[in-house]
């Protein structure tokens, strides 16, 4: 296994390079844009738009979505290259449940703290941003963070689309060397990043509630 690390580094890196692109990108892009869905759902006019939104996001797969993007929009005269498709596709997908875990996380803040806002006169973006935002975040904190780990996982999806990642990279390897060793390696960088990041986000968690509480 060694002596295959060594020789196959190369492809290895840019398959690891590739998985740490869409994963960052799209947790950067998808959490930005989940904070202003979750805001934009506080406006009743845009309460049922969203809602159809969150719906469709939670009620087709993922792989699905981001085959429509990739080919299905050309039919609409939307093409788009496989990068952006699959980046497109990320980003619709775990905005929707981000937003959703975020206004959940925001419902279950005790309805007198929302009165007290208002009542000291507060504006609705203020009371969001400066109240029931943070407060969201941390009582939604778990679930944020589950999605973050599954994002890590679910980058191998854009194989679908022929873009390069791990998963790609040790089905190659496979092919190479004609053995299952490389997808023994791709699972264990896989569970290695993940092992650090889960690391990572509970000493967020645990410092977070330190401030907040």
């Excluded at 692109?21 to 006019?45: D, E």
């Excluded at 788009?80 to 498709?85: F, K």
């Excluded at 980003?91 to 925001?106: C, D, K, S, W």
Aim: glycine content about 8%.
């Amino acid at each position: 296994m060694i002596d295959m690390i060594t020789t196959s580094y190369p492809l290895l890196l840019e398959g690891l390079s590739q998985t740490l692109f869409y994963f960052i990108t799209t947790m950067v892009t998808s959490g930005l844009l989940g904070l202003l869905v979750a805001y934009l759902y506080t406006l009743k006019p845009l309460k049922p738009v969203l809602s159809f939104y969150i719906s469709v996001v939670r009620g087709t797969p993922l792989l699905l979505q981001l085959i429509f993007i990739y080919f299905g929009l050309p039919y609409f005269g939307i093409t788009l290259s496989r990068m952006n498709a699959a980046l497109l596709g990320f980003t619709f997908n775990y905005t929707g449940y981000i937003a959703e875990i975020l206004r959940g996380g925001m419902e279950s803040i005790p309805k007198d703290q929302k009165d007290v806002a208002f009542v000291l006169g507060f504006s609705r973006r203020y009371t969001f941003f400066r109240i029931l935002l943070p407060l969201g975040i941390r009582n939604s904190f778990p679930s944020l963070a589950n999605e973050v780990l599954v994002l890590l996982k679910d980058t191998a999806l854009i194989y679908a689309l022929g873009l390069s990642e791990l998963i790609k990279v040790s089905r190659t390897l496979a092919n190479i060397y004609v053995s299952g060793t490389p997808f023994l390696i791709v699972g264990l960088i896989y569970f290695t990043l993940s092992f650090f990041l889960e690391k990572g986000l509970k000493k967020l968690e645990k410092r977070m509630r330190r401030v907040t509480l």
